[in-house]
């Protein structure tokens, strides 16, 4: 909603705040940019609304908006900014440093400074074939993690590590993933992920890659995953697992 306002034109724009700020779960604003007739949409909005609010969400969207207010509030932003490009530089080195498989990052291929990369047309790093010129563009503290198994064009390769199984192994450890394809996760570095949490994610993947190399039991790797049906896992090891579910995406073509 940055820049200039479009004229003849009114920008409607839902945030899930309660994502990216402090506020409460279910949070969210509407963002208004351009000339709009107050009484009208206040009338829309109640169509859409609940009659009795929560108040207690109400007062978190009121605290999370004043935490954004001056030089304070840019300072928590940039810093979250930060830590997520510390991160994918993080990733970025560990991918090149390794002398196998490592995890990669959707991004542009030249990341030096934090901004909001536009996805434009003829670029092969985000497969949007059909992008529009400066329409799309990508959110730094939005980290996507891509997983081993299908390129940024689609193309699915003989071996691949599905997602899901990533995300089993972090979540066994406390590390929440936002969103969760076939093979790739989000990760949202909102002002509440601190240097040790965006370490902590760093870390899970490192041992993931170790685990994986070593091909442990499933037993061993995902014990909760295991506990679920102990005669189907039983002896199973986890590259036997993550190849078997890469064999049926890709035998049923799943993302696409």
């Known amino acids: 909603m940055s820049g200039d306002r479009v004229p003849g034109k009114v920008i409607f724009e839902t945030q899930s705040t309660h994502k990216m700020l402090a506020a409460f779960s279910q949070a969210?604003?509407?963002h208004i940019k351009g000339e709009y007739d107050e009484e009208t949409f206040n009338e829309a909005f109640m169509m859409h609304t609940s009659t009795s609010p929560s108040y207690p969400i109400v007062a978190s969207i009121e605290t999370a908006?004043?935490?954004l207010r001056g030089n304070p509030?840019?300072?928590?932003?940039?810093?979250?900014?930060?830590?997520?490009?510390?991160?994918?530089?993080?990733?970025q080195r560990l991918r090149e440093e390794s002398d196998s498989w490592f995890f990669d990052i959707w991004q542009p291929e030249e990341v030096d400074e934090a901004e909001c990369w536009p996805v434009t047309p003829?670029?092969?790093?985000?497969?949007?074939?059909?992008?529009?010129?400066?329409?799309?563009?990508?959110?730094?503290?939005?980290?996507?993690?891509?997983?081993?198994?299908m390129d940024e064009q689609g193309n699915m390769s003989e071996e691949g590590i599905p997602a899901a199984l990533v995300a089993k192994f972090l979540d066994e450890r406390g590390v929440v993933v936002e969103k969760t394809g076939p093979y790739n996760l989000l990760f949202?570095?909102?002002?509440?992920?601190?240097?040790?949490?965006?370490?902590?994610?760093?870390r899970g993947l490192t041992e993931f890659k170790r685990a994986y190399d070593l091909n442990l039991r499933v037993k061993n790797m995902l014990p909760d995953l295991y506990a679920?049906?102990?005669d189907?896992?039983?002896n199973m090891r986890i590259q036997d697992l993550a190849q078997g579910i890469h064999k049926l995406i890709r035998q049923h073509d799943l993302p696409g």
């Open 73 to 91: 509030g840019k300072r928590l932003i940039n810093r979250s900014v930060e830590r997520a490009l510390h991160f994918r530089k993080e990733v």
């Open 228 to 230: 679920e049906d102990p």
């Open 232 to 234: 189907f896992y039983r």
């Open 188 to 202: 949202l570095f909102s002002i509440g992920i601190d240097k040790t949490r965006a370490m902590g994610l760093l």
């Open 122 to 149: 003829g670029e092969t790093w985000h497969g949007f074939a059909d992008a529009d010129d400066d329409h799309m563009f990508l959110d730094p503290v939005k980290v996507t993690i891509l997983t081993p198994g």
């Open 28 to 30: 969210s604003l509407i």
């Open 65 to 67: 908006a004043a935490m």
